[in-house]
């Protein structure tokens, strides 16, 4: 059984990390600057904050902004490194001797633990399937920091446990990075030239190889966006956390969709949620996992007709102790 754990920011928030772009924002505005046209975005982002949620997204709507491919170079490179220093910065405080290893080794190999009872005896009875064969896990992380490196001592094909039968291991193979580190290859951008606003732009392959993700990473020529295609499609279940399905993946999201109409796998999506619901009026929990749902389903690019015949292997767990009781008490 391959198991593969596609991991966002809210994994590094989950452990005390300040990454959000918020906190980001908050650090890049109060840095001087002789440039004018950087000047000018701190300038933007500090009268529009809620324009600015997603940066990548914030970025690409931005670039009307600029007269020149000059200009956008200066503003995107220096950007890109101060959220590099900025990230750096904050990886540097974190003390990996806080993490439970083996906890988070156990939160990889059952994510099901999580769910809903009756959810999660769903998803034993479809691993139970799987008793027989190898098990495998893969890490792709949006994130540009290392912390689960850290965690893991930068180790590969390890054992992270057992399966079904007690005495099959688990291995933890690799963690690969889709979007580069704080110090390599870092992506920066969008998905596609539609949410790239400024249309003088969008034949200009110098500005593509910097801001559209998929022909950012061709350039790179590292090949880890084909790999991560070739997991998503080997894939027996999925495991999305503290990502917010942001429209800047849309290319992942979409090749998920696809192996979903091939395969019957289950795809468990971890959320913080829009608010805590007390445990006395829990069904409200059900209103956030549809539309958390439906969130993720439309961005698969499926037909009404698909989406319906597969809505049921979507798993959606809300604020739960995923990667966050991995720290020690």
Not at 106 to 113: A, R, Y
Not at 242 to 260: A, H, P
Not at 264 to 272: D, E, V
Request: proline share 1%.
């Amino acid at each position: 059984m391959k198991i593969l754990h596609i991991i966002g920011n809210g994994f590094d928030l989950n452990l005390g990390l300040k990454t959000s772009y918020k906190d980001f924002y908050d650090f890049y505005k109060n840095l001087e600057s002789t440039k004018n046209s950087v000047n000018k975005l701190k300038t933007n982002i500090s009268n529009n904050y809620k324009n600015w949620s997603d940066l990548e997204l914030a970025l690409g709507q931005y670039t009307e902004e600029f007269k020149t491919v000059d200009e956008f170079d200066e503003v995107i490179e220096d950007i890109g490194e101060q959220l590099a220093e900025f990230l750096k910065n904050e990886e540097a405080k974190f003390n990996v001797t806080e993490v439970d290893k083996e906890k988070f080794f156990e939160n990889l190999v059952k994510p099901e633990i999580y769910l809903p009872v009756a959810d999660t005896n769903k998803i034993n009875t479809f691993k139970s399937n799987f008793s027989s064969n190898a098990w495998t896990v893969d890490i792709f992380t949006f994130n540009y920091t290392t912390i689960i490196e850290k965690i893991i001592e930068e180790k590969k094909n390890i054992r992270i446990g057992n399966h079904v039968k007690e005495t099959h291991a688990v291995t933890l193979r690799s963690v690969e990075h889709i979007h580069g580190y704080v110090d390599n290859r870092m992506v920066l951008g969008i998905n596609d030239v539609s949410q790239l606003k400024n249309k003088e732009f969008h034949k200009n392959v110098d500005v593509l190889e910097a801001i559209i993700k998929e022909q950012c990473n061709i350039a790179y020529g590292h090949t880890i966006d084909s790999q991560f295609k070739t997991k998503i499609k080997q894939a027996d279940m999925i495991c999305i956390f503290g990502s917010s399905l942001g429209d800047t993946d849309n290319i992942w999201w979409e090749s998920i969709g696809n192996i979903l109409k091939e395969r019957n796998i289950p795809i468990i999506i971890f959320t913080k949620g829009e608010e805590v619901i007390s445990p006395r009026i829990g069904y409200k929990n059900n209103r956030t996992k549809r539309k958390m749902t439906n969130y993720f389903l439309k961005k698969t690019n499926l037909s009404n007709e698909e989406i319906e015949k597969i809505s049921n292997n979507i798993f959606v767990a809300i604020d739960t102790g995923m990667f966050r009781e991995i720290l020690k008490k």
